[in-house]
């Protein structure tokens, strides 16, 4: 068996078992097995908000430096996939659910220890490779890793980055836009105001002003992504609806917040429709869940969606664990400058919430998580084996001769 093929076992292990959000315990198993195999104790931590749920984690050596290494074992649902949901190989690709959005760099996390294990490399200090639960959906595996491991001295997520090292990532906030207007009978012209009409106003505005270019301290200029996502309104045809609401999600950037996005909207808002009597639009947060409901206040979901939200986060670059990285990077001959991630995930909470230095790093390629021919790229998968293998003992050793 050569390197590579024995690095490929574990991502078609992790592959071959499915894992939509919610029904991840057998994947979580055969995560746990593989964990063993690579010589790490396991153990399994309850998350909180759902029933049921767990992370599965695998700890090699103890004491400081700790390195905590993360990623979700979830999936989006694999319906109207035109591949093998569980993998299959093709020329240099790997297809299948989950191959970028990631398990593939779980599993890349894992060949690596494997790789360092079978090479004898001493590690100072701990590893904890944590395989989270629910991060497509209720985020509960990545809140329970930043209660487990605040004392943590830094955490990588191998989300798809495509090899880049991520030193930031959007933040998303989702809201609902209520606009209200005057009912009236569609027969006379001008009658009522129609609060469709004023919707589309309002929200096209909203789109229109803030789909901006933002500066990132040390990343650049990066566009917003924003837009609407669901839209109700009206009883019938024949009456002038008198309200519209419009669901909306903005990505947004380190050094905005979301009370400040939202004021800007409401502002927006009332700007577009100054000129329009008897129709107002507010904006506030709302999340609503894939049936399409909201989450109610109290519940574990407007918590982490609009209470506590989806911030963005971005580390100084001049961190250990991103030197650790770059240098690795550089070293395997990939692209080391540094990136910032276009969506959001879950070891945002450790780092915003008990500072611990945090990047992305991952093989899988964002553009090709959640379609329907999901697949890595098994060059990438082997670079980013390469460069785990090299920045885990990078990072754990110069922090450890630094302590
Ligand atoms: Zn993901």
Same mark, same amino acid.
């Given at each position: 068996m050569t390197e590579r093929s024995r690095s490929e076992h574990f991502l078609e292990r992790l592959v071959g078992v499915a894992s939509v959000s919610g029904q991840e315990a057998a994947c979580l198993q055969v995560c746990e097995g593989l964990m063993r195999e690579v010589g790490l104790a396991t153990r399994r931590r309850s998350c909180p908000g759902v029933e049921g749920a767990f992370n599965v984690e695998g700890v090699a050596g103890a004491g400081r430096p700790k390195l905590v290494l993360t990623g979700h074992i979830d999936t989006v649902? !694999?319906?109207?996939?035109? !591949?093998n949901h569980l993998g299959e190989r093709r020329g240099g690709r790997y297809y299948g659910r989950g191959t970028s959005d990631m398990k593939g760099g779980l599993a890349a996390m894992l060949a690596a220890l494997d790789r360092l294990r079978r090479a004898g490399t001493r590690l100072d200090g701990q590893v904890v490779v944590v395989a989270t639960v629910y991060e497509e959906t209720l985020k509960c595996g990545g809140y329970q890793v930043a209660l487990d491991h605040r004392d943590a001295d830094a955490v990588v997520c191998s989300e798809p980055t495509d090899c880049r090292v991520a030193i930031g990532a959007t933040g998303n906030l989702p809201v609902r836009l209520d606009v209200t207007g005057k009912a009236g009978h569609t027969s006379i012209p001008g009658s009522g105001r129609n609060a469709i009409l004023g919707a589309l106003l309002a929200a096209r505005a909203i789109v229109d002003e803030m789909a901006e270019t933002v500066e990132v301290p040390h990343l650049g200029p990066r566009r917003r992504a924003l837009g609407p996502g669901v839209i109700r309104g009206g009883l019938s045809q024949t009456v002038v609806p008198d309200r519209c609401t419009v669901w909306m999600e903005a990505r947004y950037f380190p050094g905005e917040t979301a009370e400040g996005l939202i004021a800007r909207m409401n502002d927006i808002c009332a700007r577009a429709l100054a000129g329009q009597p008897d129709l107002k639009a507010t904006v506030r947060g709302e999340r609503l869940d894939f049936e399409g409901h909201a989450y109610p206040p109290g519940s574990w979901g407007h918590f982490i969606c609009v209470e506590r939200g989806l911030k963005p986060l971005l580390t100084d670059p001049d961190t250990a664990i991103v030197r650790a990285f770059r240098e690795a990077v550089v070293a395997e001959g990939g692209d080391p400058r540094p990136e910032l991630m276009y969506g959001w995930g879950d070891i945002e909470f450790l780092a915003t919430d008990h500072k611990v230095p945090a990047l992305y790093f991952g093989p899988g390629d964002v553009k090709a998580a959640h379609t329907a021919d999901e697949y890595i790229d098994l060059d990438r998968y082997d670079l980013a084996v390469r460069v785990y293998e090299r920045a885990v003992p990078g990072f754990l050793n110069s922090a450890a001769r630094r302590a």
């Open positions: 649902p !694999v319906e109207g996939m035109t !591949v």
